[in-house]
Structures are given as C-alpha cells and as structure tokens.
C-alpha cells in the first residue's frame, strides 16, 4: 500500500488565519482565526490584518496539526496562498510555510487562492459530490465575481467577471448603508429570511455578455435609502427585513441571469459555485431548483469550504504534490493573480 500523504494548508490572504492538515483527499483538520478587529471599521484594515497573522499563524498552524493527530514529522508537503490577497496578509503565510518547509526538510507548493476556492468541490467528503470536467464555476467573493470554465484541475478559463465592485462588496457596502457592522453579506441573509424579496425593487446593471457590474446597483440603493429617509426617518428600522430580502433578490437574479447565459453558451450544465457568498441561502435555494427547472446538476461547498479557509489550500496543494509541481524557495507572495496563472 502507498504511504498515505499529509499536507498542511495555510491560508493568510486577507483577514481569516487559517491552517489546515489533509490526508490524501480528506480533511483531517481546518482551523480558523477570524479576525474581530475590523467590524468597527466597516471593512479589512490591512494593517492591522497583518498583525493579526503575525499573532495568530503560530498557534493555529499548532492547533491544526494536533487536531488531526500528527506530528509535524508526518508531513509530506506545505501549501500556502501566494495570492491575490493583502500583500501585507500574504507575507506572513508565505515567509512561514517557507520557513517551515525549510526546517522540515519537505517541498514547498504555492497556491493560488482562486484556484483554491474552487478545487475545494475536490475535497473528499461523505456528504459532497466532485463535479465532472468540464464545468463552470461562479466564483463569488469579498474580492471576486467570476464565471470560470474549468477544463481539468489547472486549466481554467475565464469565461466572465465583474467589471467593477465584487459581489461580496455589493452585500457589504449595502449592508453599510443600512447600518449594519462589517462584513454585512451574513446579516443581509439573516434579515432576508423574514422579508418580502418583491418589496423594493432594485435596478439591475446593463452591462455585456457574461460580465457582471455591482457599482450602480450600490448607488441605486443608497439614493432609495437617503429619499425614504427624508419621509421616514426610522424607515430602515421599520423596513429591514424587505429591504434586505429586496437587495439579496436583486444581486442572486443578476448571478443567476449570468450563469443560464454561459449555460447557454457553453453548453455545460455542471454548475459549481465557490467563495464567500456561496454561503448565501437564496444563491444555494436558486441552484436547486435550477436542476429541477433547467436540468443542471449542481455543486454547492460544505458551508466551511466557502468562506476564507485553508483546506482549499491543502486540498490544491496535494492535487499539485501528485503532479510533483512543487515551488522554489525563492517564490514571492503576489498581490494581483489570475485564476488563470
Ligand atoms: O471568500 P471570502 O471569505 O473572502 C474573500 O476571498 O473575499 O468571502 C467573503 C465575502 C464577504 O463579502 C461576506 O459578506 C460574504 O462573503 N458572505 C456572504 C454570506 N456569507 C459570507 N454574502 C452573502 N450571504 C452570506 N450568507
Ligand atoms: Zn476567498
């Protein structure tokens, strides 16, 4: 029997500290540090992320080796994010995973943090089914929106992409208008479930093929607020669940336009969805019923495998270590990378 292989994941791109240990496919750990500091501010302070990594790398990458039962000994290969991301976040994972595949004398493998989201549908789990290549992935995060073709495990194709605003900031920033602390996306999904999605409607972006556009839609919702406000003063306050379930509507039939245009277009009906805002609950309900209504099969991620985490990174990692494409110690961090590269 081969030797079973143990990666360890570490992810530090933007405002999660995240370690994770794999055996072959399967997560034998997946450890989050979710950084509190930034709430206050409406946003990631990448100043204050870096810090954050600094104190928290050490003890989660120990958390997660111990919660899988092993010894650092046992590892076969370290993955960690190179990018895109903060490049202040970035350092700090990529100077430790160098650092310690140094000292353990085992490969080094970069990562890039799109690809990860992704391939994370590779993860070996009882509950999940692997899409078939090719598919088509909507990629949607706090940084990114992209409708992606994927080939084989690294060929991918960018099929269409926001234009401006991501969609994860489309929530946030909205959420910001209405008061709410940072990031908004989760408390727009909570305060959605009790209201009226037809209540207030939104206009949606005019914009080409499969590209996405956010900026207007956000402006569109600041100038409804500021006018209801010169009525009503208290009209969020009386009107937060509609306005919510207004706004999440309004931004999954844009995703959900899109994606039955590159259907369309492609021809794929294996349809994946990957990132931060593939936790949204009407994202996840649309693409259910879009197997009964359309026939397409359907890939949704484990809640865990959404949000920033870095069983991505070590499920990427080890689908790089069969290939035995490994990095030189001498790889950067890198702000800006394509899904792509
Ligand atoms: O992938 P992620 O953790 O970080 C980035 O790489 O950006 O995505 C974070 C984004 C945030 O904008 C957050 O508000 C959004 O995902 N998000 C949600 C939900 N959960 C997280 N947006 C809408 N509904 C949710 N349930
Ligand atoms: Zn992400």
Redesign the pocket.
């Known amino acids: 029997m081969e030797k079973p292989v143990y990666i360890l994941g570490i992810e530090s ?2 405002d999660d500290t995240s370690a994770s240990v794999i055996c072959d496919a399967k997560v034998l750990s997946n450890v989050v540090a979710n950084q509190e500091v930034h709430s206050k501010y409406g946003g990631v302070v990448p100043e204050l992320a870096s810090r954050a990594h600094q104190q928290n790398i050490v003890p989660v990458v120990q958390q997660a080796i111990e919660k899988a039962n092993i010894t650092k000994e046992d590892l076969s290969a370290i993955a960690f994010t190179r990018g895109p991301g903060l490049m202040g976040s970035l350092l700090v994972g990529t100077s430790f995973a160098k650092s310690l595949a140094l000292g353990l004398e085992i490969p080094l493998i970069d990562v890039n ?1 799109m690809q990860a ?1 992704i391939l994370a549908h590779f993860i070996h789990d009882n509950e999940n089914k692997t899409p078939p290549f090719p598919f088509i992935c909507l990629t949607i ?3 990114h929106t992209q409708i992606v073709k994927i080939t084989n495990y690294f060929e991918m194709e960018i099929l269409g992409e926001t234009i401006d605003d991501a969609v994860g900031e489309a929530f946030d920033k909205s959420a910001k208008i209405l008061g709410l602390p940072y990031p908004g996306g989760p408390l727009i999904d909570k305060y959605a479930q009790l209201g009226n999605p037809k209540a207030f409607p939104f206009t949606k972006p005019k914009v080409g093929d499969l590209d996405f556009s956010f900026s207007g839609l956000k402006t569109g919702i600041l100038y409804f607020i500021q006018k209801q406000q010169r009525i009503n003063a208290n009209f969020i306050e009386e009107n937060l669940h509609d306005i919510c379930a207004s706004i999440q509507y309004t931004i999954v039939e844009i995703l959900m336009e899109k994606l039955r245009n590159a259907v369309k277009q492609t021809d794929i009906k294996h349809i994946a969805i990957a ?2 805002v593939s936790a949204n609950s009407e994202i996840r309900k649309r693409l259910q019923l879009a197997e009964k209504h359309f026939g397409w099969t359907t890939y949704i991620p484990k809640f865990e495998y959404t ?2 985490n870095a069983a991505m990174i070590a499920i990427t990692g080890y689908l790089k270590y069969l290939n035995n494409d490994y990095s030189n110690v001498s790889v950067t961090a890198k702000a800006r990378l394509k899904v792509t590269e």
Do not use: K, Q
């Open positions: 791109s933007c943090h989201h995060s706090g940084g990132g931060g949000t920033d």
